[in-house]
């Protein structure tokens, strides 16, 4: 047989099996249901030896030796100088009728509203587990958000003839810096969604569409662009339907792909929050149908809201606005206004 722990781990292990004794001493054990020790009253409140039992748990035991050196000093110390004393002020405060006001009864309602939705957190947790069938489901269907394809970084200037175009292409042959490049754009480019960056139309897709909505690239811009190496400019202007186009390829972002192994935790934790917040939808809708009683939005326009996000009464019709107060014998300020 394994010897007990040495002290002082071992006295707090008998306190914990003190403990169980002590809510079954002196009493025969039932086959279901446990017996209810009660080891205090206070008013209208019970105190058992489960309560004690359940609390002791939670101390760390660094802490669980501050209130004695035996298994019995730290269960009545902890009875009478947490249990006892807690029980006390909120007998207490509910003769002073605490519990009545409005802070209180917000702080009583957040501790009921938080637990109710740890409550359905575990409730979908344990209830619906995800299974690899429902990652993999998720990945095949949102593969295109584990999936990138290559993107290259393009800046461009366009023009309305070639002549101008290639004036342009000279021009940046003295002078081939980003810098150089903006304020060419800003002057002289004709598309005005690429004028306003500086020329530059961001990483572009395959299909030609960009970050910026409503700009997409042309097949004839990625037919020039496919010919070009990362960091150089078309050698001539690419003709654009209506328009002549200066290209500069300025890098290439290569294509990537998360396999679903990688993905599977993040996945799982997606699946479970979308599940999670239908359940909380769903509970509320049906709190909602049951519980609320009275709904007046229209009364929300006797509150108005600043743009600084204080709430002010609106003032009703006929009222006289509040006088502004004034000094009579300002202190003028050093420096100040004269």
Do not use: C
């Not at 299974?131 to 393009?154: H, I, M, Q, T």
């Not at 569409?209 to 190496?229: F, H, Q, R």
């Not at 699946?271 to 709904?295: F, G, N, P, Q, Y």
């Amino acid at each position: 047989m394994r010897s007990l722990p040495s002290s002082p781990s071992r006295w707090l292990l008998a306190a914990g099996l003190g403990l169980l004794a002590a809510a079954w001493e002196g009493r025969a054990p039932l086959a279901d249901t446990p017996p209810v020790v009660v080891v205090a009253r206070v008013g209208s409140m019970t105190i058992t030896a489960a309560d004690l039992e359940r609390r002791l748990a939670a101390v760390p035991l660094f802490q669980l030796r501050t209130f004695g050196s035996t298994p019995a000093a730290v269960r009545r110390a902890f009875l009478d100088r947490v249990l006892v004393r807690d029980a006390l002020l909120a007998q207490g405060g509910a003769e002073h009728g605490i519990a009545d006001r409005e802070d209180v009864r917000e702080r009583i309602r957040g501790m009921l509203r938080n637990e109710t939705l740890a409550h359905l957190r575990a409730e979908v947790t344990h209830a619906t587990p995800i299974s690899d069938g429902d990652v993999k489901a998720y990945y095949d269907k949102n593969a295109a958000k584990f999936r990138s394809p290559e993107r290259r970084a393009l800046w461009l200037i366009a023009t309305k003839t070639q002549g101008e175009a290639k004036e342009i292409i000279d021009d940046l042959h003295k002078d081939a810096s980003p810098k150089h490049w903006g304020e060419i754009a800003r002057a002289k480019s004709i598309d005005a969604l690429s004028g306003m960056r500086g020329g530059n139309v961001g990483f572009v897709n395959p299909d030609g569409t960009t970050p910026e909505p409503g700009l997409k690239v042309s097949p004839a811009i990625l037919e020039a662009v496919d010919k070009l190496k990362d960091a150089e400019i078309s050698p001539e202007p690419v003709h654009d339907t209506d328009r002549w186009v200066v290209v500069w390829r300025r890098q290439t972002m290569k294509s990537v792909e998360r396999p679903m192994e990688l993905e599977a935790g993040s996945i799982k934790q997606m699946l479970l929050h979308s599940r999670t917040d239908a359940k909380i939808k769903d509970t509320v809708a049906k709190l909602r149908e049951e519980h609320l009683t009275e709904h007046n939005p229209d009364l929300l326009e006797l509150v108005e809201v600043t743009p600084q996000g204080e709430l002010t009464p609106v003032r009703r019709p006929g009222s006289i606005p509040p006088a502004r107060r004034t000094v009579a014998n300002p202190v003028p300020v050093p420096g100040g206004l004269r």
